[in-house]
């Protein structure tokens, strides 16, 4: 358990009060990666909702209509026959969100999908924190290559929607690997053990 000295500053104790509370099962390496994950979806947050408040209304209320459907879809997940796994299809949302209205929306999508499957799943308030940072964060970079990769074939002459239809899946698989590594390397040091590729892909490849 955390001590602190008593004249110790009032963040550091709010933060170690906060680590009792909400941290006691974690590894300190695997704090630093909570708070890590914590920080990288904090500013793609602050980024993405930064960008879609720049839009017009029209757009503005667009993007609202696409968070809210975001979210009733990730609260009704559909079972795999013969499987403990579900499909989100929240997931299509986002993605056609990310073709539609653009990289900052499709963040703010991946953080809806995020916090609400985490509600639905845990009850600690880390799972809250973690699950949609992790995937607001890995929207931006994914969003990014998805840019980038849709104004390349567009120079090669590719049209818009084959473009986007290329695009997407590639950008889907960027976005799983980069919201499930993080997490499952934290659970993993969280537990003391090592993450390797094998693990990860065996975790994750369902999706």
Excluded at 9 to 27: E, I, M
Excluded at 155 to 183: E, K, Q, Y
Aim: some cysteine; overall charge positive.
């Amino acid at each position: 358990m955390l001590t602190l000295p008593p004249h110790a500053p009032a963040p550091a104790r709010a933060w170690g009060r906060f680590q009792q509370r909400h941290l006691f099962d974690y590894t300190p390496a695997a704090t630093t990666l909570w708070l890590l994950i914590a920080v990288a979806g904090l500013g793609a947050c602050v980024w993405a909702a930064s960008q879609v408040l720049k839009q017009p209304p029209q757009d503005l209320a667009s993007a609202g209509v696409a968070l809210g459907l975001v979210a009733l879809a990730a609260m009704f997940p559909v079972q795999i026959p013969r499987s403990s796994q579900s499909v989100l299809v929240a997931d299509v949302f986002v993605l056609t969100i990310l073709a539609t209205l653009g990289v900052p929306a499709a963040v703010l999508a991946a953080g809806v999908e995020g916090l609400v499957g985490g509600l639905r799943s845990s009850k600690r308030l880390t799972t809250w924190v973690s699950g949609p940072s992790a995937a607001m964060a890995a929207m931006a970079v994914s969003g990014g290559a998805f840019t980038l990769l849709h104004a390349l074939l567009l120079s090669r002459g590719i049209t818009a929607d084959m473009a986007a239809f290329v695009a997407l899946p590639v950008v889907a698989l960027l976005s799983v690997a980069l919201t499930t590594g993080p997490l499952l390397w934290m659970l993993a040091l969280k537990r003391g053990q090592r993450l390797s590729i094998a693990d990860w892909f065996a975790a994750s490849s369902w999706v």
